[in-house]
């Protein structure tokens, strides 16, 4: 099954357990979890959980609008994008094509912050998406007060609604700004704890179809070594830490020499931290003495 395939789900009396096999083994060429997309996507289709759907509703009549949904998944769509939230860290985040999906191996992260500043009080997030990792750590500090930056209006629309939806917009604010322009940080202050996930894929590199094809090019490529925003961004924080406080970048698996090197030139010491797959994917800054 692809684009412009004529296989239809839900019609005819198909029970919801068929269409979900037939589905997933279509799938196949498409994506390497398929029966928990379509599992996924028939859930949504529903407006279930997918716990209540696989417990209670197998047997009912699968919804015609299942087959638009996979057709969609077909053609390499994300799933976060065609049923609209991902999870991250335990809470439920709205996505859109307008923000990069928060992944699994980013809570590295946010794990890294809370060992490190578990008394932070002004955090900063430099191109926050969908706020998925400023509002994970104000989730879990509650004395902390946060700001999300971001260069895109559209993403920032995103952050917000989040922040609304998860009981923050109090201690979390989305502001318009972009690193790369002088003058970006003027009235920011000094932060505690400083999260980055900035754009680190170089220009020409080979992406499954589902990230290159869907998510926003802006918070992806970063020129031919994927550093061109490390570059830029990295000697800006020592200017926007509070003395002894820490940053938190995260960097693609073959950057660490390179992004510890920009970081060591600019007074930076580094510690180095791996996501679960025994990938380098965090880098910890901390200015020396």
């Given at each position: 099954m692809g684009e412009g395939s004529t296989k239809t789900y839900g019609i005819g009396?198909?029970?919801?357990?068929?269409?979900?096999?037939?589905?997933?083994?279509?799938?196949?060429?498409?994506s390497d979890t398929a029966r928990l997309d379509a599992e996924v996507l028939m859930a949504h289709a529903q407006g279930v959980t997918r716990s209540d759907l696989?417990?209670?509703?197998?047997?009912?009549?699968?919804?015609?609008?299942?087959?638009?949904?996979?057709?969609?998944?077909?053609?390499?769509?994300?799933?976060?994008?065609?049923?609209?939230?991902?999870?991250?860290f335990g809470l439920p985040f709205?996505?859109?094509?307008d923000v990069l999906i928060p992944r699994g191996d980013s809570e590295v992260l946010v794990e890294r912050a809370l060992t490190a500043k578990p008394n932070a009080h002004r955090v900063l997030d430099c191109g926050t998406g969908s706020g998925a990792l400023l509002l994970a750590v104000l989730a879990n500090l509650s004395?902390?007060?946060?700001?999300?930056?971001?260069?895109?209006?559209?993403?920032?629309a995103v952050a917000s609604g989040n922040a609304e939806s998860l009981g923050l917009r109090t201690r979390a604010r989305m502001i318009a700004a972009d690193w790369s322009q002088a003058g970006w940080a003027e009235g920011l202050g000094r932060f505690d704890l400083i999260l980055a996930n900035p754009p680190y894929v170089e220009t020409d590199a080979d992406l499954?179809?589902?990230?290159?094809?869907?998510?926003?090019?802006?918070?992806?490529?970063?020129?031919?070594e994927g550093l061109d925003d490390y570059r830029l961004l990295i000697p800006q924080l020592p200017d926007l830490l509070t003395p002894g406080g820490t940053a938190l970048i995260e960097i693609g698996a073959s950057q660490t020499h390179?992004?510890?090197?920009?970081?060591?030139?600019s007074g930076f010491a580094t510690q180095v931290h791996h996501d679960l797959g025994g990938r380098a994917r965090v880098i910890e800054l901390t200015l020396r003495a």
């Open positions: 009396g198909v029970r919801v357990s068929q269409a979900i096999r037939e589905a997933a083994a279509g799938l196949v060429p498409t696989l417990l209670r509703r197998m047997d009912d009549p699968a919804p015609a609008e299942f087959t638009t949904l996979v057709e969609r998944r077909a053609a390499h769509e994300p799933v976060a994008y065609i049923i609209g939230t991902q999870e991250f709205r996505v859109t094509a004395q902390a007060e946060g700001i999300g930056i971001d260069r895109s209006a559209a993403a920032l499954a179809p589902s990230v290159r094809s869907y998510e926003p090019a802006g918070a992806l490529f970063s020129g031919p390179a992004v510890c090197t920009i970081a060591g030139e």
